[in-house]
C-alpha cells in the first residue's frame, strides 16, 4: 500500500511528531540536576549566579542546533492540532517551580513524586505566568533563521531533539523572570520602576553572552598560528556572537521584563 505522502513529507511529519512528542515526554521525565538548582534561600546572588550559569545553557544549545539545516518542514504548525498519546514515562520535571511547561493541558499527574513537598519560592498567585507560547512563535518564525543554514538536511529527528534542548533553556531563563521580580519585591529598597531600569546590567549581559558564544564557538586547532589568528580577530564561529547577544538583547531580555511586570502585577493585586 503506497504511503499517503512522499517519503520526504512522511520524514517531516515524524519530525514534528518527534519535537512535539519530545515536549510532552520531557514533561515527564526526571530533572534531578535542573531540579537541584531551586535556590534553597531567595536572594539576588542566588539569583543572578542561576541567570549566569544559564547563560552557558544558552550558548551550548544554540552551538547545537546551529550543526543542523533550518529543516523549516518540522516546524508545520497544523500539525501541533493533533493531540500527543500520553507517555508511559513519568516524573517530576514541571514540580520544579523554575520549570514552565510548553503544553499545560496536556500533562497528566505525575507517577513518580519528590521525596519532600517542593519549596514554595513564589508567590501561588503569580507563579502561574506563561509565555511559552510567544517563546514558541518567536522560536520557530523568527529566532532560528538567525544561526541556521538555510535549507533541509533530512536530519530531522536530531534537529527537533535539539530544539527541544534549547527551547527549554530559553523558556527556563526568561521565566526565571518570576525569581528576579520575587527577590526584589520582598526587598523593600528596590522600587518597581528600577526592575525595568538597569540598562547597564542588560548591556553587560549581552556583552557577556556574546564573549561566551566567542569562546565555546570557535573551531579548535592544534595549529598555534591558526589558533593565534582565531582568536585575535572575528574569526570564523559556529554562532556569531552578535547574533547569540541579539537573541539576548531583542527577546531574552524584553520576556524576561514581560514575565517580571506579570508577576509583580498578579502579586500586588
Not at 556583552?207 to 589568528?229: H, I, S, Y
Request: hydrophobic share 40%; net charge neutral; aromatic share 8%.
Amino acid at each position: 500500500m503506497a504511503p499517503p505522502y512522499p517519503p520526504s513529507a512522511a520524514a517531516a511529519a515524524a519530525a514534528r511528531l518527534l519535537l512535539f512528542s519530545v515536549l510532552i515526554a520531557a514533561s515527564f521525565s526526571c530533572s534531578a540536576a535542573a531540579a537541584g538548582d531551586v535556590p534553597r534561600a531567595l536572594t539576588l546572588d542566588s539569583v543572578r549566579e542561576s541567570l549566569i550559569r544559564q547563560e552557558d545553557s544558552i550558548v551550548f544549545s544554540l552551538l547545537e542546533r546551529a550543526m543542523h539545516r533550518r529543516n523549516s518542514a518540522a516546524y508545520d504548525s497544523s500539525f501541533l492540532h493533533r493531540r500527543p498519546s500520553p507517555s508511559s514515562l513519568s516524573a517530576r520535571r514541571y514540580l520544579n517551580p523554575e520549570e514552565v511547561p510548553f503544553f499545560p493541558d496536556y500533562l497528566p499527574e505525575p507517577l513518580v513524586h519528590p521525596h519532600s513537598p517542593p519549596q514554595v519560592l513564589l508567590h501561588p498567585a503569580s507563579a502561574t505566568v506563561n509565555v511559552s507560547k510567544e517563546i514558541w512563535r518567536i522560536y520557530t518564525r523568527e529566532m532560528v533563521a538567525l544561526f541556521t543554514e538555510e535549507g533541509d538536511d533530512g536530519d530531522h529527528g536530531s534537529t527537533v531533539a535539539s530544539d527541544l534542548v534549547l527551547l527549554q533553556a530559553l523558556s527556563r531563563r526568561i521565566h526565571y523572570g518570576r525569581f528576579v521580580a520575587e527577590v526584589k519585591f520582598r526587598d523593600d529598597r528596590v522600587g518597581l520602576m528600577e526592575l525595568l531600569t538597569f540598562a547597564d546590567v542588560e548591556e553587560s549581559v549581552k556583552r557577556r553572552v556574546e564573549k561566551k558564544a566567542m569562546l565555546f564557538g570557535q573551531n579548535v586547532t592544534l595549529d598555534d598560528k591558526a589558533g593565534r589568528n582565531n582568536t585575535g580577530g572575528r574569526g570564523k564561529y559556529k554562532v556569531d556572537p552578535e547574533v547569540a547577544a541579539r537573541i539576548y538583547g531583542e527577546w531574552v531580555i524584553p520576556l524576561t521584563k514581560l514575565v517580571q511586570v506579570e508577576y509583580l502585577l498578579r502579586r500586588l493585586h
